[in-house]
């Protein structure tokens, strides 16, 4: 008996490689649309490193028809999202140092349930939805400004990809590569 790893039979291969492709269909974001739409958005919402406008895009680009039903499943997906980060951020009570002098707390604490208009901000929306939270901002209010930031960026987002012509977009590409 060798050391070698047990590879499958060749026999195997074909299953194999039918149960990929079957879970890619699945989960294809053109097939599945607004459910796939819905989930992205909603953990890229929370903590993750992930973006949803990708999904957004793909979705309206193969069926414009779908342009207002994909801003408002991705809206909703995000803004369930964002709930998920502030009620963390409720339930960590002593997770974080309080330092009333910070000015992220003193400024989230002036502005109230409005800062959370800027919940859509790649790298610093997440983490105020759950400093809100944590700060005990009020809920539904907190949830409003959420959601209106975040319609607000999918439909600006989608309307710039859709409009602005595709040489702009591969010259800022260029530019950042």
């Avoid at 294809?28 to 796939?36: I, M, N, Y």
């Avoid at 958005?41 to 949803?52: I, R």
């Avoid at 700060?135 to 960026?153: D, E, H, N, Q, T």
Wanted: charge should be positive; aromatic fraction near 14%; charged fraction near 10%.
């Amino acid at each position: 008996m060798t050391g070698a790893p047990h590879l499958p039979s060749l026999e195997l291969l074909p299953m194999i490689e039918s149960a990929v492709l079957w879970l890619l269909k699945t989960l294809a974001v053109p097939t599945v649309g607004l459910t796939s739409v819905f989930i992205i958005s909603f953990v890229a919402a929370t903590l993750l490193p992930l973006g949803s406008e990708p999904a957004v895009f793909a979705v309206i680009k193969a069926n414009g028809a779908l342009f207002w039903p994909v801003i408002f499943v991705a809206t909703a997906g995000n803004t369930l999202g964002g709930m998920v980060d502030y009620w963390m951020g409720y339930g960590a009570k002593q997770a974080f140092s309080r330092e009333r002098g910070s000015s992220w707390f003193s400024w989230l604490e002036r502005y109230g349930a409005k800062t959370m208009l800027l919940a859509w901000v790649p790298g610093i929306g997440d983490p105020i939805c759950t400093l809100g939270g944590w700060l005990k901002l009020p809920f539904w209010p907190s949830v409003m400004y959420m959601a209106i930031g975040k319609f607000a960026r999918y439909v600006l987002v989608v309307w710039l990809l859709l409009n602005v012509p595709d040489g702009f977009w591969r010259q800022v590409a260029s530019w950042l590569a």
